[in-house]
């Protein structure tokens, strides 16, 4: 029988796993280790914090760990696991500070150790202390102190964690940089969709912002152990007062790796539908593991604060003794400039070409309401479905209007499978302040049904 | 082959199939009759030219007789149809002002009737001129002129009409009292949300309404054909300067019934899944015709305006003798009093036991989005489930948050008949500004699998 859990991690997953599994079985000992000074926060809070939108950091603490204890789960903060034992079934944990050792049993391991921010190759990266990444709390409170005293800021690399400290820095009066690979900013859109994102920012704040598009920074300059220029590969030089660092993340996996535990796509540790990796009674949830997409039914790597939650959850349940199944996920996500939604679900259209599907698309722009009320704004969405199938397999949508509730229930439509025709009968709510009488994802299927011919 | 298609009616359903037909087939000859002076117009933005939101009602107009006209589509304002004459494939249409009759032949006849207030049996209800309902462009203008001159207003009866004209006359500045039959307002929903909703309209605007629940009005008094006080059964006598009748609608069915056409719930004009009556030729869309809901398979009657767009496409389609069946509807309506949405789609609770449905439900109040952003609001949900098939069979959604979003969402999965347990796998974009890391829906779903202990 199970006596102890021992949770590596403290962001989402990890504590999700706890608070479920005390409920599920109260009797089991639950030990939760982090190597950071907090746990159970919302990391995806932390740019609005950085804005200011939050004033204290505080509020982004989902529970404290006094709270975990007087469930009877005990935290351990401030230690790092360096080391599994998987024979021994042991993990060898390291404090932050003092570096001394111990060794902790456990009869289940749960590894939610998340991911870290991917740190390109850079010149003199490593010489200057104002370059910053975004990922736990103490980082958004290093960035908000150092925007509240600058004037210009580069941001490196442009998702979603880009485009939400654009919005940072752009409202707090900074100039702002942005140096990105990509032909347009939001490069994991397809580009019809992301050249309009970047339209939109460039028109509503292009004397703020300027973009260096398909270009990589290559080298930083400075004086001080400060960068004050970044040397572009098409052979810019941008002055700046710091740098952020935002090129995507990898997942923190070390120590699975070197246990043996079979890995995945970027190293994310390879689960089951029941959370359980290649060794039986080691989990893994949340960024750490790897993710089995619903549309392509393969292995993906889409980590996401929602994800984590739902497979914590589920990894309690099979640690109880009960039965869950991960489906896996739909990459659906959103975020926003200022009153700017971005969103998706499923697969893009570029994905799923390079899967080999032979897709057709539609975009629309619309009102996202009946056009007579004052509140109604445009909304652009793009269906993608599989010209073979007919199926719906991926979404996109942007816009000031509301397009997220579109992406949302688009990704119920795409995670059934549902065809373009079949789409079509979906009864949707409608009243003039909150949709058009044929809802704009609608005129987009109608597309997709005359390309299809199937009109 | 067909040659002439004779439209009666011009609100939603009429001008769609018209519209529609006219790009499936550019030969047909197309023509539209109404016993109104517009066609084609927003019945369901009235309520908010009413309000004074909307300035000018032409903005409500979605297309004018002369685009239609422009497109080869005959347009006949103020024709009434008083007669069909199907062995003869002749209609007799009258003029509303010069009662002139002529004959009109037709190879397919839509009816797109629509539908009428429902005026129920008060004592002097036909001595006055100050008693209202709002179904027409004209009802609005007459609406808005008497709410501008009046200080007390009330409304019999309170569903999506009572709702909206309850919020146009509170921001007009009128007391205003509504006297219902049901033991809370909006009886539409099941109680455990119709109490709510009441209790927010009360605690926002107490002190400009007074509702009179569990009450009927049961005689008129007043002078110079000027209503100014109504008796109610429960005996209360009620000052009030006009009255609003909103106590539901039936379809317009005359001339069908009149013609021996098929006819099911409350007179409403049966068709097939093409949308076809009994009679082969003659087509009934919008709020004329049954309808087959998606959840129960069965017959019912619920005449929406999203509906009669679906459904007037389908009918063109198949006149164009292409292939639509018209799959039917699920019953998603939408509304609000000011920055408190009312939305649901499915069946209700009460419905489904009536219907002989073993169910199960679950409410959760949370805030639509991350607690800690400022936006953040409050919406409660209600899911009801099939005890035996765990399918999700109906969604209710209420609050100044956005609880919409929600119930489109759960529209589609009750559209699919998605399982409880398999709703939990349901991969909703999350950020802060938009939701919770755990959706509030599935907070519901987690309570319904609880109750069905597959949890």
New interface residues.
């Given amino acids: 029988m199970v006596k102890k859990v021992v949770i590596i991690g403290g962001g989402?997953a990890g504590p999700k796993t706890a608070a479920k599994l005390k409920r599920e079985a109260p009797d089991i000992l639950i030990e939760m280790y982090t190597d950071e000074q907090n746990i159970s926060y919302?990391a995806?809070?932390i740019p609005?914090y950085v804005e200011g939108?939050?004033q204290d950091v505080e509020?982004?603490y989902v529970r404290s760990p006094e709270e975990f204890e007087h469930r009877g789960i005990r935290v351990f903060l401030g230690q790092r696991c360096i080391k599994i034992l998987k024979e021994e079934k042991k993990v060898i944990l390291q404090d932050v500070k003092t570096k001394e050792e111990k060794y902790v049993e456990y009869d289940i391991l749960v590894l939610a150790t998340g991911a870290t921010p991917h740190v390109p190759h850079i010149e003199n990266i490593n010489n200057f202390e104002n370059i910053y990444t975004l990922r736990k709390i103490e980082d958004g409170k290093a960035l908000r102190e150092v925007m509240l005293s600058s004037k210009k800021a580069t941001i490196i690399g442009f998702g979603?964690i880009g485009i939400e400290m654009l919005e940072a820095f752009v409202k707090n009066g900074l100039f702002v940089n942005i140096i990105d690979r990509n032909k347009y900013l939001m490069g994991v859109f397809d580009e019809d969709i992301s050249s309009r994102i970047q339209e939109h920012i460039v028109q509503k704040d292009g004397s703020k912002i300027r973009i260096y598009n398909l270009d990589e920074a290559i080298r930083f300059e400075g004086n001080n152990k400060k960068v004050e220029k970044i040397i572009t590969k098409n052979g810019y030089e941008i002055e700046t007062d710091f740098v952020l660092i935002s090129a995507g993340i990898v997942p923190n996996t070390q120590i699975a790796v070197d246990c043996g535990l079979k890995t995945g796509i970027k190293n994310s540790v390879w689960v089951n539908s029941h959370m359980e990796t290649s060794e039986e009674g080691i989990y893994a949830v949340g960024d750490c593991c790897e993710k089995r997409h619903?549309v392509t039914k393969k292995a993906c790597w889409l980590p996401?604060?929602?994800?984590?939650?739902?497979e914590g959850?589920c990894a309690a349940?099979n640690i109880a003794n009960?039965n869950c199944d991960?489906?896996?996920?739909?990459?659906?996500?959103?975020?926003?400039y200022f009153d700017f939604?971005v969103?998706?679900?499923g697969l893009t259209e570029k994905q799923a070409k390079n899967l080999g599907y032979d897709t057709i698309s539609a975009i629309v722009t619309k009102n996202d309401r009946?056009?007579?009320?004052?509140e109604a704004a445009t909304i652009c969405l793009k269906l993608i479905a599989d010209a073979n199938s007919h199926e719906i397999i991926g979404v996109q949508g942007i816009g000031t209007g509301?397009a997220?509730?579109r992406?949302?229930?688009a990704?119920?439509?795409i995670?059934?499978g549902?065809k373009a025709e079949?789409f079509?009968?979906?009864?949707?709510?409608?009243?003039?302040?909150?949709?058009t009488?044929?809802?704009p994802l609608?005129n987009a299927v109608q597309i997709l049904m005359k390309k299809l011919d199937i009109?």
């Fill in positions: 989402a919302s995806c809070g609005y939108i939050i509020e982004l979603y619903i996401l604060g929602s994800t984590a939650n739902r959850r349940i009960k991960f489906e896996g996920v739909l990459g659906s996500a959103v975020s926003r939604t969103a998706m679900a009946a056009g007579y009320m004052p509301d997220e509730k992406v949302a229930t990704s119920i439509a995670m059934e549902v079949d079509m009968s979906i009864d949707l709510p409608y009243a003039p302040p909150y949709s009488a044929i809802d609608l009109d």
